[in-house]
T-cell receptor, first 117, second 114 residues
Framework: DTGVSQDPRHKITKRGQNVTFRCDPI?????LYWYRQTLGQGPEFLTY????????KSRLLSDRFSAERPKGSFSTLEIQRTEQGDSAMYLC???????????????FGPGTRLTVL | SQQGEEDPQALSIQEGENATMNCSYK?????LQWYRQNSGRGLVHLIL?????REKHSGRLRVTLDTSKKSSSLLITASRAADTASYFC??????????????FGKGTLLTVNP
């Protein structure tokens, strides 16, 4: 399978704990995005990487959230001191380099569902 | 502010019927995209229409774009039970340097009854 993969698919944690999610984009895609989706809502943009550089962060991404893409390949999203309001589906997407035929299209992973008790 | 708002919020039809859902957006765009999301799963890209296109087809999907009205429609013909899903539009703004950022509405929940 050459699509976007995310790990874990489900995570249940207690309030106050730290969690980390991983995203592996499609191999030739240099652009990577994180979104968050709550029940009944569409996904909300969190952050964007081009190669290893984090070029944009939403104001939704509080100080407790940090994302990295150290080698321009996989990315991690860490949430520190989780709160019940962090419960959501965290989606990762990737897209091809600018100039590619399909560079506007974002390919999404299956998501990580986080439940904070 | 959301750059893609879908209408209606929910639509229920019988298998074989056509389904039409609409999308409105606020700012100038380079393209508009439609995505599908089955229950509890990630989004799947369906179709992209560029701002200089008025209509595009892909299989049973037909998308129209009216940039003067800042609106788009997605038509699914001869619907199947497997088309049951939420459908989202996203229209990245053409200016402001964030033309990669997809902004979604709440989606249209389509239920196709067998």
């Amino acid at each position: 399978d050459t699509g976007v993969s995310q790990d874990p698919r489900h995570k249940i944690t207690k309030r106050g704990q730290n969690v980390t999610f991983r995203c592996d984009p499609i191999s030739e895609h240099n652009r990577l995005y994180w979104y968050r989706q709550t029940l009944g809502q569409g996904p909300e943009f969190l952050t964007y990487f081009q190669n290893e550089a984090q070029l944009e962060k939403s104001r939704l991404l509080s100080d407790r959230f940090s994302a990295e893409r150290p080698k321009g390949s996989f990315s991690t999203l860490e949430i520190q001191r989780t709160e019940q309001g962090d419960s959501a589906m965290y989606l990762c997407a990737s897209s091809a380099p600018s100039g590619s035929l399909s560079y506007n299209e974002q390919f999404f992973g299956p998501g990580t569902r986080l439940t904070v008790l | 502010s959301q750059q893609g708002e879908e209408d209606p919020q929910a639509l229920s039809i019988q298998e074989g019927e056509n389904a039409t859902m609409n999308c409105s957006y606020k700012t100038s765009i380079n393209n508009l995209q439609w995505y599908r999301q089955n229950s509890g799963r990630g989004l799947v890209h369906l179709i992209l229409i560029r701002s200089n296109e008025r209509e595009k087809h892909s299989g049973r999907l037909r998308v129209t774009l009216d940039t003067s009205k800042k609106s788009s429609s997605l038509l699914i013909t001869a619907s199947r039970a497997a088309d049951t899903a939420s459908y989202f539009c996203a229209a990245p703004p053409s200016s402001g340097g964030s033309n990669y950022k997809l902004t979604f509405g709440k989606g249209t929940l389509l239920t196709v009854n067998p």
